[in-house]
């Protein structure tokens, strides 16, 4: 893992939504342990807590859209719908989202 050779917290908050992302992401597509689950929850909080410190609209999006996936396959209905209801507004409705993330906003 590199890390940012800098003392700017915004350059870290960056640096840590996406490690955090990219794991939760991953942890969604195989078999997991209860501990794998624990991880994947903490680690799409953790993105979205970070995106929401210093990521653009698009980024708390996708961050929202990682939470309706986990929350999905975690069995949390509730909660992924209410995510999954945030993040799908916003995707099918700007025309200049790419059809591979409307696609998933409705997959989700």
């Known amino acids: 893992m ?3 050779d800098t003392p700017d917290e915004n350059a870290w908050h960056k640096r840590f939504a996406a490690q955090a992302n990219n794991r939760a992401w991953d ?3 195989i078999p997991r342990t209860p501990d794998q689950d ?3 929850l ?3 909080h953790a993105a979205a807590w ?4 210093v990521g653009t609209e698009l980024h ?6 990682l939470l309706a996936e986990v929350h999905a396959v975690l069995g949390f209905g ?8 945030t993040m799908h507004g916003y995707f099918a409705d700007n025309a200049q989202t790419p059809d591979w ?3 998933f906003a409705h997959a989700i």
């Open 78 to 85: 509730a909660s992924a719908f209410e995510f999954a209801q």
């Open 38 to 40: 624990r991880e994947m």
């Open 101 to 103: 993330e409307v696609a």
């Open 60 to 65: 708390r999006m996708r961050a929202t859209m």
């Open 2 to 4: 590199t890390l940012p």
């Open 27 to 29: 942890l969604t597509t």
């Open 50 to 53: 970070h995106w929401g410190a």
């Open 42 to 44: 903490d680690a799409a």
